[in-house]
């Protein structure tokens, strides 16, 4: 990496030491010129690394390697304020984008979905989506359709038809386990699923009733997976192979509930925080000049070096982003950002 981006990325893991600080307290484990860490400061960096990490760091050893990091950020932050990087455009963009989100962080917390959702709006959203909770049972079926009358001396030969049909691919999975699909393109009259190697997808007993008749589906539901059976319908006599089952789901609302209301949390908070940036703007009075928008020339997408990934706006990377209501706000680095880099893992 150029010596500009690595300064750059230095600067915006360490843009909490760059910005004005509270006052420090608790005992001081580290000190020197211009250079102060405390216990406290200590503890809540290392609380801010995954327990996969912080456990590594419970012995003397291990801790003076995590505070040797801290006093190098602090080191590299004070030498970076002298170089004038502290004003730089770049870094003060990237700080922009911190601070916004943890403005959009505070001001629209997370609270508890559960006791902030009224039990009302949540049983409306269930009542009104009971599809997606309420299902009945399904399952995948593949045909071979062999098209009879309703009666006669022709629909008792379409049916020997069929038996033999059955024996041929009974006989022929022994060797073949694509035989039905195979057979079900030379020989069904079932234009709609003959392509499709007999697949009519995963139905419902309703379904296969509407379809092939209340005795087709009685009979065609049970099948175990695997299994092939001749089955009659109104169509004509159908070889029919049992390929899947999806289990009924019966979720009740109590059951649902906090799901649910996180769903409509979160559209709230998404939806106030709209509302919110919308007066902002009306305050503002914005207008938008698009004559001398239409007139910025967009760079190739091949131009210049390559961006830090996530961090747009610093040496390259995306596109600044309006963040969102946290948890996410995207296009702007998170609090993560502003944390010392992880120190290495013991060789």
């Keep these: 990496m150029p ?26 484990v580290a000190k020197g010129e211009g250079v102060l860490i405390t216990a406290d400061e200590f503890k809540a960096r290392l609380d801010e690394q995954s327990p996969f990490i912080r456990q590594r760091y419970t012995t003397l050893e291990r801790k003076k390697e995590f505070l040797d990091n801290l006093v190098r950020m602090e080191l590299l932050t004070r030498a ?28 629209f917390s ?6 902030e959702v009224p039990e009302a709006d949540a049983r ?16 995948r079926l593949s ?12 629909r008792a030969k379409k049916a020997a038809q069929a038996k033999k049909l059955l024996a041929r691919i009974q006989a022929e999975e022994k060797k ?3 035989a039905f699909a195979a057979a079900a393109r030379e020989a069904s009259d079932d234009a709609a699923t003959k392509a499709a190697g007999g697949d009519i997808g995963l139905k419902s007993a309703d379904e296969l009733e509407k379809t092939y008749g209340k005795d087709f589906a009685a009979a065609a539901v049970p099948l175990p997976q695997g299994a092939l059976a001749l089955l009659e319908s109104p169509q004509g006599f159908l070889v029919v192979k049992a390929t899947g089952r999806q289990p009924a789901i019966d979720r009740s609302f109590e059951q649902v509930r906090p799901q649910i209301a996180s769903r409509l ?30 007139k910025v020339a967009v760079a190739p997408a091949n131009a210049g070096a ?41 060789k």
Aim: proline content about 14%.
């Design 143 to 154: 045909v071979i359709l062999v098209a009879a009358p309703a009666s006669g001396p022709e």
């Design 306 to 346: 390559p961006g830090m990934p996530g961090m747009p706006g610093v040496h390259g990377g995306g596109p600044t982003a309006i963040p969102a209501p946290p948890p996410a706000a995207p296009g702007a680095p998170g609090p993560s950002a502003a944390r010392p880099a992880t120190p290495p893992a013991q």
């Design 124 to 139: 409306k959203f269930y009542d009104e989506h009971r599809d997606d909770y309420v299902k009945p049972e399904k399952v």
């Design 110 to 115: 997370d609270g508890d979905p559960v006791k």
């Design 176 to 178: 073949n386990l694509m």
């Design 265 to 294: 949390y979160r559209e709230k908070r998404t939806k106030d925080f709209e509302e919110f940036v919308k007066r902002l703007r009306d305050e503002a009075r914005v207008t938008v000049d698009d004559a001398a928008l239409e």
């Design 3 to 28: 010596i500009r981006g690595t300064t750059l990325a230095v600067l915006a893991l360490a843009l909490a030491a760059c910005s004005p600080q509270p006052k420090k307290s608790g005992p001081a």
């Design 80 to 107: 970076a304020e002298k170089a004038g990087l502290d004003k730089d455009p770049d870094v003060l963009a990237t700080m922009k984008k911190v601070m916004v989100q943890k403005y959009v962080q505070k001001t």
